[in-house]
């Protein structure tokens, strides 16, 4: 948890980034955009995800009586592909294309005592929405760095509270955490510009990219991150896939 | 054995960089904080004193930098000697984040809150009263802390909560307020009986990641942002930032926040401000609230 969450500050203070478990497209398509599409994969033996041991709370244990949770720190799906892999544009856009933001208002939602999804890709200034499904207390605790100019709270979420509306300033990958439930833990990932997570089969599709040249990064929460460089022509579909190495 | 050592070097120092928590936040320059002291937000007002950030050099050298350090980091020559039981690291000023506060979660505190921190100290840590200090001393002190961090020159205070006034204490808001006491789930944490033994107290950390403690209601300690009531309405309608307490502001309405405050004061032992809420207690007979009764 500790080491993760190192890790994930020092990659941050590397790289700016942008997530969702889906394809969160940018605005109404305009004309000329293209996109970026790609798979990540997962090269060797997956590293073992911990169990989780829910007892303390019983109504925790109770929804997973039938499938016991796991940590997500590395998710290795169908034919090795990896989920919960950020894919964004880290250099080549038009300061227009980094500054203008999705409509949507993706949502973090802590369900069965676990976060689903478990990295929520957004933009700078995009508004994002933290739900609870659940019948047991839950306080929503980001980490930010504040010498980013993104700023930590703390919020208490018991059985009903309405969602929490909320968007961050900058670029940062951000640890989330839940004090009652220490084995919760995601990550917001704020980028700027259009960005993408992967599915279950590690594929992703960053929509609404601008012609032109640019440097993609992969971004992944307990492994160093990767780029590739990108060239995307008017209405076409250009193509990155990366392959994550096991440690 | 060259290869070996350098493995061994190479390995120490990662595990250096992975647990050295405050690492992962980058340093300020004394250049950049220097240049800070001449900034407008490098000042304060408290009451009717204006603070002036030059004049807390001198003090801020004498009584303070041992601790919080010469950045205003909380790596003062002191800090690596802060160990069990009183492990919370000193404040970070560059962060700017801080506990006892009178404005919402996620924003900065007011310069009285500051004030009123510096003044009451921090029952269970290294952080004495300061009270000692004329006011005046105790203003530039805020002014001074202010320095640290860009947050203030780009930020304003959050505005701080409303507390509608006292409302008369009644058994049945004793009772209300252990119904939100329940609905809350505060005994997570603080533990039914409020002896901090909740199911999570043990694994509760700071944001430094620092075992951190819930707060026992039923040994006599202080809280650590005050003990009045208005103090332990603002505790669980603020939170407090930096530490596992979460803000309630969403969830609680304000008249059900005075409920709670008279419930808590039953869990103290006695002191003096929970004479008539330990009476009703008594009368009424209550008993600790029971996590696995069907909600009601």
């Known amino acids: ?247 | 054995m060259h290869t070996k050592l350098i493995k061994w070097s190479l390995l120490s120092s990662v595990v250096i960089a992975l647990c050295s928590s405050t690492a992962a936040y980058a340093q300020l320059t004394s250049d950049q904080l220097r240049e800070w002291l001449h900034t407008p937000a490098a000042s304060s007002r408290v009451g009717n004193l204006t603070g002036d950030v030059h004049a807390a050099a001198l003090p801020y050298r004498r009584f303070c930098v041992g601790c919080h350090g010469e950045l205003g980091d909380g790596n003062g020559e002191n800090a690596v000697w802060f160990s069990t039981p009183m492990y919370a690291q000193p404040r970070n000023f560059q962060l700017a984040v801080f506990k006892c506060r009178s404005t919402p979660t996620g924003t900065l505190p007011t310069d009285q809150d500051l004030f009123d921190a510096i003044t009451r100290g921090f029952d269970r840590s290294n952080m004495p009263q300061w009270n000692t200090l004329s006011k005046q001393e105790r203003a530039d002190l805020v002014a001074w802390i202010k320095h640290y961090s860009p947050r203030w020159q780009t930020e304003k205070p959050g505005t701080p909560i409303q507390i509608p006034p006292k409302p008369e204490i009644t058994p049945e808001r004793v009772k209300d307020g252990q119904a939100v006491f329940a609905r809350m789930q505060c005994y997570k944490c603080h533990g039914v009986q409020g002896m901090a033994n909740g199911p999570s107290a043990s694994t509760l950390t700071d944001d430094l990641n620092q075992p951190i403690a819930a707060f026992n209601f039923t040994d006599g300690t202080r809280p650590k942002c005050g003990s009045t009531d208005t103090d332990i309405y603002r505790i669980f309608m603020t939170g407090l930032d930096g530490t596992p307490m979460p803000s309630f502001a969403d969830n609680i309405k304000p008249d059900e926040a005075w409920d709670l405050v008279f419930y808590l004061r039953t869990l103290q032992p006695r002191n003096s401000f929970n004479a008539k809420e330990r009476q009703i207690a008594n009368q009424l007979g209550l008993k600790p609230v029971n996590p696995n009764a069907p909600a009601q």
């Not at chain 1, 016991?68 to 998710?75: G, K, N, R």
């Not at chain 1, 894919?87 to 500054?99: E, K």
């Not at chain 1, 929503?140 to 309405?162: D, R, V, Y």
């Not at chain 1, 990064?217 to 896939?241: F, I, M, R, Y």
């Open chain 1, 1 to 247: 948890m500790q080491r993760s969450r190192g890790l994930a500050a020092v990659l941050a203070s590397l790289v700016l980034v942008g997530v969702g478990s889906l394809v969160v497209s940018h605005k109404a398509n305009a004309a000329g955009e293209g996109k970026i599409t790609g798979t990540v994969k997962f090269d060797g033996a997956p590293p073992h995800q911990r169990g989780i041991d829910m007892s303390k709370d019983p109504y925790c244990s109770k929804a997973h009586a039938n499938d016991p949770a796991q940590m997500e720190t590395v998710v290795v799906g169908k034919n090795g592909g990896l989920e919960n892999v950020v894919l964004y544009i880290s250099q080549g856009l038009s300061a227009d294309a980094a500054n203008s933001k999705p409509n949507q208002v993706p949502v973090f939602n802590q369900k069965n005592c676990v976060y689903t999804p478990h990295v929520l890709a957004m933009d700078v200034n995009q508004d994002f929405k933290v739900e609870t499904s659940d019948q047991t207390a839950h306080n929503i605790h980001p980490e930010p760095n504040p010498l980013t100019g993104n700023i930590p709270w703390n919020q208490s979420q018991p059985p009903g509270a309405a969602p929490i509306t909320k968007s961050w300033k900058a670029p940062e990958m951000i640890h989330v955490k839940c004090n009652i439930h220490p084995w919760m833990s995601g990550y917001f990932a704020v980028v700027k510009g259009p960005y993408a997570t992967t599915n279950e089969d590690g594929s992703y599709t960053i929509e609404n990219v601008p012609p032109g040249s640019y440097t993609v990064t992969a971004w992944q929460e307990s492994l160093p991150p990767q780029n590739q460089k990108v060239t995307v022509a008017a209405g076409a579909a250009a193509n990155a896939d990366f392959t994550f190495k096991a440690k």
